[in-house]
C-alpha cells in the first residue's frame, strides 16, 4: 500500500543523474536491485526556471500481459525489455503522474488523473497527495488537457454522477480532439471496448460551458504553447512550458512507457489509435527534446515522471530520476 514520507519534499538537483555510459544506452536504472512497484511519496517539487512543478502520484495499473498490449512484439520482448530496465516482470507497470505547474501566479494542472476508483482500483491517491503537497483543487485556474483517455480525463467528473470537479476552471484542449470525441456520429464508428469512454465523454463534456478549443502552436497561457503530437489519439497534445532560457515539455502519452518505447521507439501500442502516426511523433519529439536541452515529463514515466533521454542510434536511451 502507498505510505507517505518525510522524503516527500524533495528538489530535483538532489536526484539529478548523470550518464557516462558506454555501449547500448536503452533505460537506464540501478543493478542492483529492482525499482518497487509504488514510490515511498507521494509528491515531488522541482522546479524548472521560475516555474515550480510538483509531480503527484495518482496510482498504478498492474496490467496483465497481454499480446496485444504492444502489436509488434512479443511478451517475451516486454518483458526483457522490463527486466532490462529493472522494473517487475510480473505485470506491466503503468503509472499514473500529475503535473501541477505554479506559474505567473497561477495554478496549471496537466491532465486530470483518473479520478478515484473510475480507472483502476489502485489509482485513488490523487485527491490525498493533492493535499498533501499543499494544492487546493479548488484554487485550480487552469486544466490543459493532452487527450480524452480516461487515465486523464476521468478525474474531471465525480465518479456515479458525472457531475464536474473542476466547474470554474478553465479546460484547455486541442480543437481537434475535443471534436474528434464529441462529433455525433462518432460513437457508433467506436470499437465496442471504446465505446463506454466514448459514451460518458458525449454526454457530458459537451454540457460544460468553460472548454477553451485551441489550435496546434496557440500560446495557450503566458510562457505554454499546445503542440500536436497525433498518434496515440487524433487530437493528442503536449505542452511546452518556457522560463527564461529553461524549458519542460509536458509530454504526456507520447513515450508513455520508457522502459519499451524508448530503446524500441518503432513498438505499436495497442492503445495508438494510428500507430504509424505514433511513431512519427515519438520521434518528432523526443528528438526536439534532446536537441534543446529540454526538461521532459511523462504522465507514465516511473514517479516522479521525468528524466533524461539522449539518442542511441535510430533510439533512446532514458535515465528516470530517482528518489
Keep these: 500500500m502507498f505510505s507517505m514520507t518525510r522524503r516527500t519534499v524533495l528538489q530535483s538537483a538532489a536526484a539529478a543523474a548523470a550518464f557516462g555510459l558506454a ?45 496485444a498490449f504492444i502489436k509488434n512484439a512479443s511478451v517475451e520482448d516486454t518483458k526483457a525489455a522490463l527486466a532490462k530496465a529493472g522494473l517487475t516482470t510480473d505485470f506491466m507497470p503503468i503509472p499514473l503522474t500529475v503535473v501541477v505547474l505554479k506559474m505567473n501566479g497561477k495554478l496549471i494542472m496537466m491532465d486530470a488523473g483518473s479520478g478515484v476508483g473510475q480507472w483502476q482500483t489502485n489509482a485513488t491517491h490523487l485527491p490525498a ?24 480525463v476521468w478525474g474531471l467528473m ?36 471504446r465505446k463506454p469512454a466514448g459514451k460518458r465523454i458525449a454526454e457530458n463534456f459537451p454540457k460544460w460551458k468553460n472548454w477553451k478549443l485551441v ?37 504526456a502519452d507520447t513515450m508513455y512507457v520508457p522502459a519499451l518505447l524508448a530503446p524500441h521507439p518503432e513498438w505499436q501500442g495497442a492503445y495508438d489509435q494510428d500507430g504509424p502516426t505514433a511513431i512519427t511523433t515519438r520521434h518528432k519529439i523526443i528528438d526536439r527534446v534532446i536537441a534543446d536541452n529540454i526538461r521532459i515529463s511523462g504522465s507514465h514515466f516511473p514517479f516522479p515522471g521525468t528524466g533524461t533521454f539522449v539518442k542511441d542510434g535510430n533510439a533512446y536511451g532514458f535515465t528516470p530520476v530517482q528518489i
Excluded: C
Design 23 to 67: 555501449g547500448r544506452l536503452e533505460f537506464v536504472r540501478p543493478a542492483f536491485a529492482e525499482t518497487p512497484v509504488e514510490p515511498t511519496v507521494g509528491f515531488y517539487k522541482y522546479k524548472v526556471g521560475d516555474i515550480e512543478i510538483t509531480a503527484i502520484y495518482d496510482g498504478i495499473w498492474k496490467k496483465p500481459h497481454d499480446p
Design 215 to 251: 489550435e496546434d502552436g496557440a500560446e495557450v497561457a503566458p510562457g505554454i504553447q499546445i503542440i500536436a503530437a497525433p498518434g496515440h489519439t487524433p487530437g493528442h497534445s503536449v505542452y511546452l512550458a518556457n522560463s527564461g532560457k529553461e524549458q519542460i515539455m509536458i509530454s
Design 158 to 193: 465525480e465518479k456515479g454522477t458525472n457531475a464536474p470537479v473542476f466547474p470554474s476552471a478553465e479546460l484547455i484542449v486541442n480543437a481537434t480532439e475535443y471534436n474528434w470525441w464529441t462529433d455525433p456520429g462518432r460513437l457508433a464508428k467506436l470499437p465496442e471496448g
Design 129 to 152: 497527495n493533492m493535499a498533501a503537497a499543499g494544492i487546493d483543487y479548488k484554487a485550480i485556474d487552469t486544466i490543459m488537457i493532452s487527450h480524452f483517455h480516461p487515465d486523464h
